[in-house]
DNA sequence: ACGTCTCTTCAAGAAAATTTGAACGAACTG
DNA sequence: CAGTTCGTTCAAATTTTCTTGAAGAGACGT
């Protein structure tokens, strides 16, 4: 990946004395992005856009991070989706300009609302639907394997439990609210304590 | 993936009825993990071993989740680095025994601790550094283009509050204490109002 | 000390994802 | 209404990641 190593090449030697600063956080935003789930690309083209003073054309976000049009297409498409970037037009100009969105917190906000949270729906439902089955199965079974049964009862409840109070804890942050992980600690083991081994 | 699909086959058809449950349960703690960063298996292996009463041997585990040995290797050994699972043995027996850690809780702060905090700590750095040799540029730059270069560095710094503050956040829910995410908000765009849409 | 049983490591193969160039289509200009 | 200029989409190609079977290392019982 010759993303901050392929600067000084290229258009001549023109390049400004700041790019590389630029490519730098740009890069370190692209990481944070791709960890946090994101094509690499999309941290590293909204920081160029944020960092830019005026809109720019994909031509340029292309020509800075040298990337194909298409690979600026797509990520920019996504981000736009995600509404990190806005595209806006200029009077005599044809192509697109591209803006980037400022505020970080609304970001964050849309992404967790959009994305965390429903995921953490989807496991709640999903632990709930097992705890369901594991009702329907119990009176079907064996009294030996009945022990077994109400042990994975109560974990499940557990977990039921933690994804309920995880949803919780993100819609309050979603709403910018005051956050007490401690929420998540009780839940944890209050009675069995059967690992104690090592 | 035929994860949930393939529980009928195998050993005969004497898979206990709850297995279903705990298969699907398994299975969404999975893609919660695979989500988070981490080998999907992890989180249906630590699943499987927090339901079960007792602890298990990689053959059980291979059985359950109808994986290879080295695929349970793998990833059991990624989950005893992270502590969320403990190897234990049995008197007679030669075979490792797992067990799952169960507080949830200790397994999240941790994560946070060690992995997260960490990639926001290099991120800060990163654009610090960014800031650094923008200083560094800016009294060698035309003066139209100096006008550019403080717009850079007013992001930028803004940038690297974002993510000291960041860093102080995760930090504080690590320590278990109580998160305020209207710091993250405050930072934003106190001046520049450009984007009140949605 | 040898053979056996386990777990781990490794390299080859498979699967998934990213990337790219080209084709398509829309929008403007003359 | 042609001729351009852009932007997007698509499928092939590449890269990366995951999976697997086999070989290797360690430990135990005889």
Known sequence: MPSVAAKQEESSNSEPLWREAELHAADAMGRLMEFWGFRRHMGRIWTILYLSPEAM???ALAETLQLSSSAVSLSLGELVRWGAVRKTWRPGERKDFYAAETS????LRRVYERRELNLIREAAETFADAQRRLEEAR???TPNERRRVDHMRKRLSRLSALTKTGERLVGLLVAGRMID???LREIDDPQFDEGRDS
């Open 57 to 59: 054309t994909t031509a």
């Open 104 to 107: 970080v917190w609304k970001l």
């Open 139 to 141: 009176p079907r079974v």
């Open 181 to 183: 992980p401690g929420a």
